[in-house]
Every structure is written in structure tokens, then in C-alpha cells.
T-cell receptor, first 113, second 110 residues
Framework: DGGITQSPKYLFRKEGQNVTLSCEQN?????MYWYRQDPGQGLRLIYY???????QKGDIAEGYSVSREKKESFPLTVTSAQKNPTAFYLC????????????FGEGSRLTVL | DAKTTQPNSMESNEEEPVHLPCNHS???????IHWYRQLPSQGPEYVIH???SNVNNRMASLAIAEDRKSSTLILHRATLRDAAVYYC???????????FGDGTTLTVKP
């Protein structure tokens, strides 16, 4: 079945460690996105990519990094520079047109101890 | 992207219609209005989208004001499974990104 797969679903890390969250899609979508969600709040855009080998910062990019070497993959690294990394992270993809429906993964919950 | 404003929460009784409002007064001519909903600990799912005309699908209806500065998501008969956070966003192809606000938490009472 076509869709977006995020892994791992749950992740625990110590302070100061970098963490990479995986996002893979088989929908042949050009655009991919990473969002952060804190308890009781909406989604905030971290990074997005409209095409392979190109990506742009969203509203809260500090302390995060991404790569887009393949169309189907858009991994997010939460670096030690991110002051408060504990959150629910969501990956999404869409066609590039503004009518494109966003397809979301099931999310990755990161807890920093 | 145009900023959207939604009420924090709404309540409905089961099997009654629900009207969820959204204001987007700075919407541009190329922005599409999209609605998504999110269950706890899950990713959001697409509900409906439109540009100018009202839209219907199997999940809901979308009523768009003539000036496009507001829209209303209509659930014709709310069920307990419709209890979720509903997000209204304005999607612009030039921006290439989508920004979500805090949404409306819908509670459905049996």
C-alpha cells in the first residue's frame, strides 16, 4: 500500500546526543515536510523540501537538520543544539501543486532524558 | 501563507450537524483552503479542500464565503469517531509549505 512510514515510533535519548528520525514515502510525491507538535498545540513547520537535493527552513529550523538525497526519503536529525527536543514529530508529503493533499505518517515521539 | 483563526474548542451532540468556522482574512487569490483532522497520537488526515465554490465529499462539506475570508467545515451528522482536532490551513503553491495553527478540538457527546 502507498503511504508514509516514520521510524522509530518511540525514541529515548540522553541530552547532548544527536538523533535521526526516518521518513520514507512511496507515493512518488515531490514535496516532503517535517513538523513538530508539543502537547495540546498545533503543528509547527521545521523544514520542507519541494525537490530532491533542495530544502528550505520552516518556522522553527534551529537545532534541526535534514537531507533530501532521494525522492522517497527525508530524514530529520535533531541535534544537541535543539534546546527542548522532546516532542511528537510528524512527516508529511504531497504533490507540489497547492491542491495537493498532505499525507502524514504516524509520527515519532522523541523523549530526551 | 495566510494565517487562520479557529475557535479553541466546540461541542456537539451525536447525530447532530456540526459547523466548524475558520477565518482567513489575509488569504490570497491562489490559496486553497484545506481542512485536516487529527486523532490523539496520530498524524492528521485530509478531510476536504476548496478554492471558491462549496465542496462536498463523503466525509464533510466545505462552505466558502463569497469574499473567501472565512470558511466553514460542516459535518452533517456527528459521530463519536468525529471527535478530533480540526485544522484549517491555506495552502499556496508559491510558498510550497503549509502552516498549521492550534485547530479546534471537537468533542462529541453521546
Amino acid at each position: 500500500d502507498g503511504g508514509i512510514t516514520q521510524s522509530p515510533k518511540y525514541l529515548f535519548r540522553k541530552e547532548g546526543q544527536n538523533v535521526t528520525l526516518s521518513c520514507e514515502q512511496n507515493l512518488n510525491h515531490d514535496a516532503m515536510y517535517w513538523y513538530r507538535q508539543d502537547p495540546g498545540q498545533g503543528l509547527r513547520l521545521i523544514y520542507y523540501s519541494q525537490i530532491v537535493n533542495d530544502f528550505q527552513k520552516g518556522d522553527i529550523a534551529e537545532g534541526y537538520s535534514v537531507s533530501r538525497e532521494k525522492k522517497e526519503s527525508f530524514p530529520l536529525t535533531v541535534t544537541s543544539a535543539q534546546k527542548n527536543p522532546t516532542a511528537f514529530y510528524l512527516c508529511a508529503s504531497s504533490r507540489r501543486e497547492n491542491t495537493g493533499e498532505l499525507f502524514f505518517g504516524e509520527g515519532s515521539r522523541l523523549t530526551v532524558l | 501563507d495566510a494565517k487562520t483563526t479557529q475557535p479553541n474548542s466546540m461541542e456537539s451532540n451525536e447525530e447532530e450537524p456540526v459547523h466548524l468556522p475558520c477565518n482567513h482574512s489575509t488569504i490570497s487569490g491562489t490559496d486553497y483552503i484545506h481542512w485536516y483532522r487529527q486523532l490523539p497520537s496520530q498524524g492528521p488526515e485530509y478531510v476536504i479542500h476548496g478554492l471558491t465554490s462549496n465542496v462536498n465529499n463523503r466525509m464533510a462539506s466545505l462552505a466558502i464565503a463569497e469574499d473567501r475570508k472565512s470558511s466553514t467545515l460542516i459535518l452533517h451528522r456527528a459521530t463519536l469517531r468525529d471527535a478530533a482536532v480540526y485544522y484549517c490551513i491555506c495552502q499556496n503553491t508559491n510558498a510550497g509549505k503549509s502552516t498549521f495553527g492550534d485547530g479546534t478540538t471537537l468533542t462529541v457527546k453521546p
